[in-house]
């Protein structure tokens, strides 16, 4: 068997994708809270910060929600979402739910930190 050679993918070679639905369908379908317009603004907050984090980070982000996400199911709605990002020109792609409000840059950075060094 030949040498496996192990290449670090440069940040900008990374994109996150936060797949998820839009915040009014979020807190429809999630109800962290009780009143429905606090539930959304709550599930708009999370969908913020996750592009903030991800700013932090320097990688690309992308959002695909329920209007822009194509295909039957939930796999084939993935797939396809993750394949845009990747035709974009990235080599990676950390995939997000928007259920995610405990997310830390921590958190992040140590998953970003895993793609870079299994490439």
């Not at 979402?81 to 950075?109: C, K, M, S, W």
């Amino acid at each position: 068997m030949g040498n496996v050679i192990y290449q670090m993918l440069d940040r900008d070679s990374i994109a996150i994708l936060l797949f998820s639905f839009s915040p009014e369908r979020s807190a429809r379908e999630k109800t962290w809270l009780r009143n429905r317009v606090k539930n959304i603004e709550l599930h708009q907050r999370v969908h913020k910060r996750v592009k903030c984090l991800a700013r932090r980070a320097g990688v690309d982000f992308f959002h695909i929600d329920e209007g822009q996400q194509l295909g039957r199911d939930f796999q084939d709605r993935l797939w396809n979402a993750v394949e845009h990002v990747f035709n974009q020109g990235y080599r990676a792609v950390l995939t997000l739910g928007g259920d995610t409000p405990t997310l830390t840059d921590i958190i992040l950075q140590r998953s970003l930190n895993q793609l870079q060094c299994e490439h």
